[in-house]
């Protein structure tokens, strides 16, 4: 069965940087980010194909977050910088086994994380 572990939540202050990792047990995966803040609905915040040669962003973290992979150790990273209070809430990874990507429907994705917490505030 595959697994995803996230890791590298934590509090920072605003216009601070964290980066988030996500690694996936098997073989390799598009993998994408979602987020959910407290009485918010889950959003889509990045993917990555499985080749790593395409990348999406949702318009409010793009020229701030960046999201690569390490094929060797199967683990997507997710790049977080100028952070705001707005980017708070529990950072997902979710997995699937196809070529393509997509950040707009998190039910497409088969596989997700537990989950790791970013809290941006001073």
């Known amino acids: 069965q595959t697994q995803l572990e996230e890791s590298g939540g934590g509090l920072v202050q605003p216009g601070g940087s964290l980066r988030l990792s996500c690694t996936v047990s098997?073989?390799?995966?598009?993998v994408a980010w979602f987020r959910q803040a407290p009485g918010k609905e889950r959003e889509g915040v990045s993917c990555?194909?499985?080749?790593?040669?395409?990348?999406k962003y949702a318009d409010s973290v793009k020229g701030r977050f960046t999201i690569f992979r390490d094929k060797v150790k199967n683990t997507v990273y997710l790049q977080m910088n100028t952070l705001k209070p707005e980017d708070t809430g529990m950072y997902y990874c979710?997995?699937?086994?196809?070529?393509?990507?997509?950040?707009?429907?998190?039910?497409?994705?088969?596989?997700w994380g537990q989950g790791t917490p970013v809290t941006v505030s001073s």
């Open positions: 979710a997995a699937r086994s196809n070529i393509y990507c997509y950040i707009e429907d998190g039910t497409w994705y088969n596989n």
């Open positions: 098997g073989e390799l995966y598009s």
């Open positions: 990555i194909t499985v080749d790593g040669e395409s990348t």
